[in-house]
């Protein structure tokens, strides 16, 4: 599995976990990481400790959970980003949307 | 397994009691079955009927079977019509011999019925494997060539549309894929009416005909704005807001717009998620990094758009360069990315400005041996407004029904001024009258510019003399962005007045602002010139209009343009 979901025991942290490349072919199992959960967590934590690579298409799916997860209201972190990871998210300027660590 | 479905097996044999006793096993097997007596006749028989297996005496008069067993191959083509030899020969040479000339099998005699019953059966699941491999490619390069077709009009339609722009012009060079449409690369460039040019390189997300479907709109829009006048911030505006309502929410459109203004010496720049783009000055050597200070084109919503642009000296043989990322994700065999250190290792071992995107070309082919498809650059240099002819724009009117006789007044008021251009709406009004046409360019840029000094001068009090050098020049535009978002009152009027006179006419233009005013006669004593980076806007006022007078301590700008009769 590239991709792990993890609910916290109280149900109101979801964390997502990538490991290998973060690009199109990780779109369904992304998706499917937060769309499957019955209740919606108050907070999502994208952790990318072991995300090697990411391209646009994750750039997209990020947004596509952030949509799921209520737009401006979401609380999203995305933790842990290689600095490569972090070049990436920074010349996107995603740091706007996300908080990113 | 499937039951075998009933095949036509031809049996070619010269001995009648044997071609006999085969057919009754064969035929009993459910088989239909053809039947030759010598390997001329097998032929004709395959020829004729084509059966789907063919079972081959290797010794036959008139034509032997490995003669036959040639001529059945070569008419089937890239069908596979198994062949098995039927022999009595044990040497390996000989049974060596019938696979060369085309056999896929043998049998011994003499025949056992079960081993014949299992290699016609094998033999039929190879002859159905190869027909649905044949078909499935069939059906692949079907596809293929409607996709190409499908590519190439889509490109003939988006060519039609992206290049109807100045992309030829000559302080442009750049280089692109032909199918850099469909990995979502896109390269805009068009004059607006002062003759100041916009260019943008945006790169869409993914690949594919999903990539390309945004470029349609965006390009309509940057074509549309640009041609009409409007400034950078408006265009972004609408270019955002509009992908924002077609795209789904995970596509977007990284992209850089630029505004080079020839007659001031200027580059405006607004970049959204693409790699840094480079501001090189020719006098100085320096670099300047234009950084994406935003989010792509199609995230945000209309209402937390940033649209805010920075604004650079330039003088004439400076250059701005913009890449897409895949200059900078170009791998090598290892698997290593090119990157910005290797891009900046050029820039900094350039010594001729005028090589330096060879150089670049050069180094990434060096690097990768190979170029890649998704690779985009551009640049653009600065010249003397002179040597950049922007067409003349067509109009579709007749001509018949130009107002010759009429006056108009608008005030534009504080929370106006924060996010309005008025200028597009009044050059459109002024080029109904026909006699102004062949002026549009010079009516836009004194327009623009008596707008600006009013606004930015008299509304918002900056000071033209901090654009000396510049550091000056950038901080002056933060500053005119500062003062705008907070600006409560103040006012810019604009009063526009065509007359008749003779066989042509008059325009007269008075702005006034609510400002301070500045000392008339101390500006009007500067020599009229193009060098210095403040001041521009007066001398260009003077240069391009007829009587250009201020009044009021300068808060009052009046011009007048003429024409003579139309031919």
Known sequence: MSVVTEVSQDGKKLTISIEGRFDFGRHQEFRESYERLNSKPESIVVDLKKATYLDSSALGMLLLLRDHAGGDSSDIRVVNSSSDVKKILAISNFDKLFDIS | ?567
């Open chain 2, 1 to 567: 397994m499937q039951p075998l479905e009933p095949l036509t097996i031809l049996i070619a044999e010269d001995s009648a009691a044997d071609r006999l006793l085969l057919s009754t096993i064969v035929r009993r097997q459910g088989h239909e079955v053809l039947t030759a007596a010598n390997g001329a006749e097998a032929v004709e028989a395959f020829r004729s009927q084509r059966p789907h297996l063919v079972l081959m005496d290797a010794m036959m008069p008139v034509m032997d079977g490995f003669e036959a067993a040639q001529q059945i191959k070569a008419l089937a083509g890239e069908t596979l019509v198994p062949i098995i030899f039927l022999t009595s020969l044990t040497e390996s040479e000989a049974l060596a011999r019938c696979l060369e000339a085309g056999g896929d099998d043998f049998l011994a005699k003499p025949y056992n019925q079960v081993i014949l019953a299992a290699k016609i059966k094998a033999m039929d699941r190879l002859r159905r494997l190869q027909a649905t491999v044949l078909e499935q490619r069939d059906l692949i390069a079907r596809h293929h060539d409607y996709l190409l077709n499908e590519q190439r009009v889509a490109k003939a339609v988006f060519d039609k549309v992206a290049h109807s722009g100045c992309l030829n012009a000559p302080n442009i060079r750049y280089l692109q894929s032909p199918y850099a449409l469909f990995n979502g690369d896109l390269l805009l460039a068009a004059f607006t009416p002062a003759g100041d040019m916009n260019v943008l390189l945006g790169d869409f997300t993914g690949h594919g005909l999903p990539a390309a479907v945004g470029a349609m709109p965006l390009a309509e829009v940057f074509y549309g704005m640009t041609a009409k006048g409007y400034g950078l911030s408006e265009t972004l505006r609408e270019m955002n807001a509009k992908l924002k309502r077609i795209l789904p929410v995970d596509m977007f459109c990284c992209a850089t717009l630029l505004c080079l203004s020839f007659q001031r010496g200027s580059v405006e720049v607004w970049n959204g998620g693409m790699p840094d783009g480079y501001l090189h000055s020719t006098a100085s050597g320096e670099r300047i990094a234009l950084t994406a200070r935003h989010l792509p084109l199609g995230v945000l919503s209309p209402q937390t758009f940033d649209d805010r642009t920075e604004v650079f000296p330039m003088a004439v043989g400076d250059r701005v360069f913009l890449l897409s990322d895949g200059v900078i994700d170009t791998c090598d065999a290892n698997e290593q990315l090119f990157g910005v250190e290797r891009l900046e290792q050029v820039f900094a071992a350039n010594r001729q400005p005028d090589a330096l995107f060879e150089e670049i070309e050069q180094a990434l082919r060096d690097f990768r041996g190979e170029a890649r498809d998704d690779v985009s650059m551009v640049e653009v240099s600065l010249l003397e407004a002179a040597q950049l002819s922007p067409p003349a724009p067509v109009y579709s009117d007749s001509g018949q029904s130009s107002p010759l006789d009429w006056s108009v007044s608008f005030e534009f008021r504080a929370a106006t001024l924060k996010r309005f251009n008025p200028l597009p709406y009044l050059l459109q009004l002024l080029l109904e009258v026909h006699g102004l046409r062949a002026q549009s360019g010079a009516l836009y840029s004194v327009l623009a510019e008596l707008y600006s000094n009013a606004l930015e001068h008299g509304v918002l009090g900056l000071d033209s003399s901090l654009k000396r050098d510049a550091s000056g020049f950038a901080r002056y535009y933060q500053q005119r962005n500062a003062r705008l978002d907070e600006l409560r009152d103040g006012y810019v009027r604009v009063h526009l007045q065509v007359m008749p006179k003779g066989e042509g006419g008059c325009l007269s233009i008075r702005v006034e602002d609510s400002g301070k005013g500045f000392d008339v006669a101390r500006v009007m004593e500067r020599p009229v010139d193009g060098v210095r980076l403040s001041g521009r806007g007066v001398s260009l006022i003077r240069q391009l209009s007829h009587h250009a007078r201020w009044t009021d301590n300068g808060r009052s700008a009046h011009v007048e343009f003429f024409w003579e009769a139309l031919a």
